[in-house]
């Protein structure tokens, strides 16, 4: 089985990467199930109800999520009416949302997804590590086809969790960054890992903001107005192949599409 997971994608640019890359690639790459992660979607920062459902349109199959997901108030009337729309699972128990799920497939098997939020440099959460043991006992009931989007800033929190659940899980994934790492591998007990998956946006750009105000930023140390990049869209990922039985990852490709024209 091959899982596509799509790195966070930023505004209308990383949008239109998806609808014209997207169907293309699902079909070259015989891809069986995509997960993206959607926290950045709306004007950057941010969902709302119309841009999760554009994204569906796109054979989008869940969307994770991380630090920015609150960052539009409308979210919070809809969350709730997407079970495929994920939240951080360690968030406080009183939000609204789910922070994991299971997918049937055709098949009759499922596939689970679990989001998780990181708290080293972060906002602060419930233990990830904690959090993740026990909604994976949840998923094992019905899968061994398990997916972790860990959406952390810091690679060594990262990097333990993956070792941490070495075994446990098909794919301890990497978000948030927005910048693909290079060390993909599949870790001794059969769990494909890599720090970053990268981003889908506009890369003339500092990770996905024009890179001018954030020059300027660092520069003044004042506030000032963030507006997306525009130009060298791409869409970054990775492709997981994970054997349907065991839920054991037999490989992890990194991937890095360009828009043409763009």
Known sequence: MKILFIGDIIGSPGRMALRELLPAFISKKKIDFVIANCENVAAGFGVTQKVVEELFKYKIDVLT?????????????????????????????TTP??????????????IGVLN???RV?????????????????ELKERTNIIIVDIHAEATSEKRALGWYLNGEVSAVLGTHTHVQTADEEILPQGTAYISDVGMTGPFDSVIGINKEAIIERFLTQMPNKFELAKDDIRMQGVIVDIDSESGKANSIDRISVKLKDS
């Open 121 to 137: 440099f972060m906002n602060p959460s419930d233990c990830p590590f904690v959090t993740a043991k026990n909604k994976i006992a």
């Open 97 to 110: 949302g789910a922070g994991s799920v299971l997918v049937p497939l055709k098949t009759g098997a499922y």
């Open 116 to 118: 998780l939020a990181g």
């Open 65 to 93: 999520s991380g630090n920015h997901i609150w960052n539009k108030r409308e979210v919070l009337d809809f969350i709730g009416d997407f079970d495929r729309l994920l939240k951080p699972a360690n968030y406080p128990a």
